[in-house]
């Protein structure tokens, strides 16, 4: 269609057209669109089933690994539209994460052997547990090179705790979280001595070399793992992969599946054939069946021994005391993922069409009958394939992961080599359904979809493989999260998402009205301990104190200063500032930033933050709000002044503008029509019922906050005036309009929010 330019309107209406032709031209029609961008009717049945339009908001809000990004990818469904980044592992400079003390800690928790680890590979996300079921309070991830795990508190979706892993070198079956997060489930992946930095030869893998699982206690109340009160179980070197927690009738118990369990080392440089093909001789594997619950009570017994300072129960033990089993699976599995009514257990083997359904009463019935076909090398009771089987399924080429749905029996298997997802039926056993996914893909993930509760509708395909769905970008290309419809009988592609971050494994996704994020710290709240920050004031005690060469700053932000607005320190000065956001209204967060020393801070509504940097060079540093947060924000900003040791002014006094009794006058007047303008808003709002909307309540606290100043500076700009000091008076009479400028900005907005939200009018 061509475009409608000034020049050819002319044309048109000369051509005899009138203007309500021209009108029509100009709005296409949807058949128009259509047609234009050669879409078809299930295209626009995909649009409509994924568009979210303004002002609306998503129905499920997913959590992806953001792979090697060391970060979590925060998105609604069925919009696919991003929402957040949460820096877990890595620094994330917009949330000041790295870059602040506080966060800074939480980073430093992370540390391997006193060393800043500053990337991870985040794998698999999981949502605290209720009985089962997502309650939306935490979210943990693990790093899957440098094994450890963090914990978020989706309160404020921040990372609050980093625990390394005491005895592995690597890990992949982490976190999965038992029915009510008592225990968050971390297993190893490659092999190594669980001493710490011990060596031992590949050569003696199978005596000295060990897998495990460790469960990471969880204390709910506090938000914090518990690493003292942790453990975990020593288990052969075989390769633990994915593991998953019993629910319901299978509740206490947790399984690991493993690959490579011909425990075979490679060394292709030495003659020897690649790891490759020796880890996957064997038409089997083990997939771990553990009593975590009984363990955890044997471990309280002081059976377990300590591995650098970490009770970990030895495999002698775990076969004694009856809490650990093997049964085979075919063939290099990956991922087992047990049922959400709790009865049985779902393992794909990535070399095998099938998919094994074990039943969990069946593998209890060998247990206690004592039915056994083998022992594995470490003395592992082995139960019988068939003795533990429910059904096999063909579902195709390379099944990896699953997922379920929310109608009984029914599952969703990834299958890599096919690039399909299946759809099937795990009780009868038959497959109902297949879609063709781009390309090769990797974890799938249905709505709630590993929880004792799903939710299905929809399913996401995390892809491996992008090629040709984007347009270029070099040879990296984006990963694709396919959104596919599953509410029906017939599943439907809806959506292609490139993520740009990293490579996903493991998505949760969560009913956005299980989340309830806070939009405000109370004031002074260290975000990354929870706890009153010691750095924090309120309006009027900011104050800058110094200790030898520590220099201390207690500041506070609010639109649209930052107090203290000038820092006076000497060349080698440790200058620490805290700063308080006295902010209340949603949304009003500041950044703060001092010009080449690389500190940087969100400061949410009421958080507390603390940076610190060596005033090692001498000069003047401008520092400032990074968030653009009112009319004056590029005003809100100060100087660092770093002076060399000993300077002495020479001059005492600032510059003076010209200001006459005119500008003064001009500026009474401008804070007089400033003033109607307040009071008409505040007519309007204590008109209606603004009491019943929490959020405008918190924009009137700001707006009165600010008002609040006015008499101060006008008793000011008042006594200049009678001293004819017309600088001073017309600054400080423009000071009130400043004040004014904020108030009537947060009036505005909580005039809108009241307006767009059905506030009534009271008498
Ligand atoms: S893993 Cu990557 S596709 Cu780490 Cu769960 Cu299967
Ligand atoms: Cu505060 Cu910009």
Known sequence: MKKITQRTVPLLLAAGMGLAAATAWSAESLQDVLKRRSLSQQDLLAAAKTYVPTGKRDEFVAFSSGGQSGQIIVYGIPSMRILKYIGVFTPEPWQGYGFDENSKAVLAQGKIDGKDITWGDTHHPAISETNGEYDGQFLFINDKANPRLAVIDLRDFETKQIVVNPIYKSEHGGAFVTTNTEYVIEAAQYPAPLENKKFQPLEEMNDKFRGGVTYWKFDRKEGRIVPKESFSLELPPYWQDLSDAGKGPSEGWSFTNSFCSERYVGGIEKGRPPYEAGCSAKDTDYLHVINWKKAAEIVKQGKAKKINGHDVLPIDVAVKEGILFLIPEPKSPHGVDVTPDGTKIIVSGKLDTHTSVYSFEKIQAAIKAGKFESKDPYGIPVIGMKDALHTQVQLGLGPLHTQYDSKPCTAYTSLYVDSQVAKWDFCEGK??????????????????????????????????????????????????????????????????????????????????????????????????????????????????????????????????????????????????IHLTNLERAQDETHGFTVSTYNVHASIEPGKTVTVKFKADKEGVYPYYCTEFCSALHLEMMGYLLVKPKGWKPTKTEMAKANYTEADYKATLKKVADTQAVIDSVVGYITSVNFKDFPDVVAMVEDATDQLSKIPEAKAKHEAAAAKKDWEQANLWAEQIWQYQVKTADLGLRAKTYLEQNGAKKVK
């Open 431 to 576: 497959v109902l359904d297949k879609i063709s996914v781009h390309y090769n893909i990797g974890h799938l993930m249905t709505m709630e979809g590993d929880s004792a509760k799903p939710a299905g509708r929809f399913l996401v395909a995390l892809n491996k493989l992008a090629i040709d769905r984007f347009v270029p970008v070099g040879p990296l290309h984006p990963q694709n999260h396919q959104l596919i419809d599953i509410a029906n009988d017939k599943m439907q592609l809806l959506y292609d998402m490139p993520l740009p971050l990293g490579e996903p494994h493991y998505v949760v996704a969560i009913d956005a009205k299980k989340l309830k994020p806070g939009v405000r710290y109370k004031v002074g709240t260290d975000s990354r301990t929870d706890k009153p920050h010691p750095g924090a004031v309120r309006a009027g005690e900011e104050v800058t104190t110094r200790k030898g060469n520590k220099v201390e700053v207690k500041g506070t932000l609010i639109r649209s200063h930052i107090t203290p607005e000038t820092i006076d320190v000497e060349v080698g000065d440790e200058v620490t």
